[in-house]
């Protein structure tokens, strides 16, 4: 049974910092390359960080600079910092694996920022 549960996330003011954590069971989390997603009311779910298996990482330009995503294998464990955030930030924040036959995602974590 796969499980991702996130966590971390909250109310926070335009400018402020959150950390959101999701933690993985069910798989070989080592082999896995892992990813953050956001999707706002009514807008397309898209992604905002991601890091494979060895490690490589990936950021839109919306949140280069801004946002750092890491993992911790011993842990089963990959984190996303987010730093000064913007009110267009305010999404669930969504924590995927990538499996061989499917993605398997988390339920999500309310970030909202307010100005």
């Known amino acids: 049974q796969v499980q991702l549960v996130e966590s971390g996330g909250g109310l926070v003011q335009a400018g402020g910092s959150l950390r959101l954590s999701c933690a993985a069971s069910?798989?070989?989390?080592?082999?896995?390359?892992m990813g953050w997603y956001r999707q706002a009311p009514g807008k397309q779910r898209e992604l905002v960080a991601a890091?494979?298996?060895?490690?490589?990482?990936n950021y839109p330009d919306s949140v280069k600079g801004r946002f750092t995503i890491s993992r911790d294998n011993a842990k089963n464990t990959v984190y996303l910092q987010m730093n000064s955030l913007k009110p267009e930030d305010t999404a669930v924040y969504y924590c995927?694996?990538?499996?061989?036959?499917?993605?398997?995602w988390g339920q999500g974590t309310q970030v909202t920022v307010s100005s």
């Open positions: 995927k694996a990538k499996g061989v036959l499917s993605d398997y």
């Open positions: 069910g798989i070989i989390f080592s082999v896995n390359d």
């Open positions: 890091i494979t298996r060895a490690g490589r990482i």
